[in-house]
């Protein structure tokens, strides 16, 4: 609502395909993100969006430096969470861990403070105290039978956790409780469940070409040997008339 008319919607225009394709194509997201911080550098919905585009790519400096002047510019502090895992990103998880003791974790909304618990936990491993990380990961939230938007997540990195300690069946246990809670398909966890109950699937596609190149296989065979054998049979009706016909002598 700053910006001219015409301006906000060409910004807005360039928000919308960040949107569409962080997910798909993240590159390409960011080249729009950069068109639309080109265009309106100074409105904060810009710069979380270029944030969210830098850190799709990986781009952790220049995504932690985005969302800082998005926080600055609204004073929120809903993208401390992710902040924190920008530094994780850059190879500070000391830092990431001393971010989720400041007093903005307070300030989170339920969710928040779920994201900043597997953000803490990730740094926690990023360090070698696996340990940690699953008690850093044990909490209501996760105790809880509740389903929440978050609730996958958490019990997936809880389950991963325990895998990477060694506790298999405690594993398996979180990851079918992960599975039972993603109802959009969020985690890998029916396929990390299989894999350690040593299921392999199979494309039923790639089983169809292989039995079709199989067919083929069996009928060019056959019809080599067909004619092969149908061969033979002349070269002998040929010996045969060779001996019934007079000799020249």
């Known amino acids: 609502m700053s910006l001219p008319k015409t301006l906000a919607e060409d910004v807005a225009r360039n928000l919308v395909m960040v949107a569409r394709l962080i997910d798909e194509d993240p590159e390409q997201a960011y080249a729009y993100s950069r068109i639309a911080l080109r265009l309106a550098s100074r409105v904060a919905a810009v710069r979380e969006a270029a944030g969210f585009a830098a850190y799709a790519t990986q781009k952790y400096s220049e995504a932690l430096a985005e969302f800082r002047a998005a926080k600055r510019m609204t004073g929120s502090v809903e993208l401390w969470p992710v902040m924190a895992d920008c530094e994780r990103g850059l190879g500070r998880p000391e830092r990431a861990m001393a971010m989720a003791g400041e007093p903005e974790v307070e300030k989170l909304d339920k969710a928040g403070q779920v994201e900043m618990r597997l953000v ?23 105790a809880s039978n509740a ?26 246990e979180w990851f079918g409780k992960a599975l039972e809670a993603d109802k959009d398909g969020s985690t890998d966890a029916s396929d990390r469940l299989a894999e350690m109950d040593g299921v392999e699937f199979v494309d039923a596609l790639d089983e169809d070409e292989d039995d079709d190149r199989a067919a083929i296989d069996t009928d060019v065979a056959s019809e080599s040997a067909a004619t092969a054998k149908g061969g033979d049979s002349d070269d002998d009706d040929e010996d045969d008339d060779d001996e019934d016909r007079p000799s020249e002598a």
């Open 147 to 172: 389903v929440h938007p978050w609730t996958a997540r958490l019990r997936y990195a809880y389950a991963d956790a325990l895998l990477a300690a060694g506790r298999e069946d405690e594993a398996r």
């Open 120 to 142: 803490a936990a990730g740094a926690r491993r990023d360090m070698g105290q696996l340990d940690a990380a699953i008690v850093t990961l044990q909490s209501s939230e996760l």
